[in-house]
T-cell receptor, first 113, second 113 residues
């Protein structure tokens, strides 16, 4: 059974800082890896995804994936107050009865002006 | 673009009561999901469905039933509401099964009195 954990649970950073969020998973056969962002009172929305080892950059956001160490991360360059939100990682498990998207425990980020 | 509509937005029920939450999507997506989110935490998968009339259990299915009678709709029933399951229930859909972006509704907030 897939276990997806995030760290830290919460984080406060100053505006302009580089922020790093971590996600570990337990199933080495996992295929797709996502980061979602949920602003307070809103629905979660996809930020970025990756499916092969390495790094992917989109604007101020970068994902790193290391399948061998069962770990992927999200890095935010020049953090802005508008980045304050709950960040959720998600991992896709392929299965015979359909594929499950399993979410992590969440990291609450607060960026202070 | 499409939209996912969840009804009702707020649901108050009595302990032990059977309660039904509804979800409609007009994306024409094959896969639909029900997740539960406890206050400020991650998402836990209750049920998902990869096509009309298909149902797959998630990790939190005990105490819940689901129904996918049409491609566009997916309902969730709390079979006997308990005070410890006050949470936001999020419906979602995707074209694929986790390898494509999952879109979320705005949620139904359940309170059990």
């Amino acid at each position: 059974q897939q276990n997806v954990q995030q760290s830290p649970e919460s984080l406060i950073v100053p505006e302009g800082a580089r922020t790093s969020l971590n996600c570990t998973f337990s199933d080495s056969a996992s295929q797709y890896f996502w980061w979602y962002r949920q602003h307070s009172g809103k629905a979660p929305k996809a930020l970025m995804s990756i499916f092969s080892n390495g790094e992917k950059e989109e604007g101020r956001f970068t994902i790193h994936l290391n399948k061998a160490s069962l770990h992927f991360s999200l890095h935010i360059r020049d953090s802005q107050p508008s980045d304050s939100a709950l960040y959720l990682c998600a991992v896709l498990n392929y299965g015979g009865s359909g594929n499950k998207l399993i979410f992590g425990t969440g990291t609450l980020l607060s960026v202070k002006p | 673009g499409g939209i996912i509509t969840q009804t009702p937005k707020f649901l108050i029920g009595q302990e032990g009561q059977k309660l039904t939450l509804k979800c409609q999507q007009n994306f024409n997506h094959d896969t639909m999901y029900w997740y539960r989110q406890d206050s400020g935490k991650g998402l836990r998968l209750i049920y998902y469905s990869i096509t009309e009339n298909d149902l797959q259990k998630g990790d939190l299915s005990e105490g819940y039933d689901a129904s996918r009678e049409k491609k566009s709709s997916f309902s969730l029933t709390v079979t006997s509401a308990q005070k410890n399951e006050m949470a936001v229930f999020l419906c979602a859909s995707s074209i694929g099964q986790g390898n494509t972006e999952v879109f979320f509704g705005k949620g139904t907030r359940l309170t059990v009195v």
